[in-house]
């Protein structure tokens, strides 16, 4: 059965890899259900990490979040959790050049608070975090229905 998960291109990898990374995504048969582009308000990353809420790096992540230009993507394909989250790599780029060389954190990110990707964790944090960001389409719309 086909899965659904989350995937954010962050503001470090926004502003250079994002084609790259779009493609990646088309090559291993996801196929992109939702997408926008957007810069997080400072409520939005906050409420969407909120999980993190009592971290060390709590404030610095919501930062960054904020810096510029975020792609929110649902993803769909059998096993999408799973197989974005190996897509990814490890949590930490440095972790992920030593285990997973060809992931796109060990390519891609910077350090491990910008490491230019997020993957929903389960299937349920994945239809909690769509509903959140995605749920109501139909508020982005006006009166009219345009
Ligand atoms: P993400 O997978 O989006 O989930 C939480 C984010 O917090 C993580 O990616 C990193 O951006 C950041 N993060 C996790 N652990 C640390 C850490 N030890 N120091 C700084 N940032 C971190």
Redesign the pocket.
Known sequence: PKQQTLA?IKPDAMEDHKEEILGEICSRGFTITQLKELVLSRDLAEDF?SQ?RD?P?YN??VD?MCRGPCMLLVLTKENAVEEWRSMMGP?DPAQAQETAPGSLRARFATD????AL??STSQHHAQEKIQFLFGDITSDLNSDGV
């Open positions: 954010v990490y993190h971290k790096f610095q992540l960054f949590t491990i608070l910008h490491n997020h993957g």
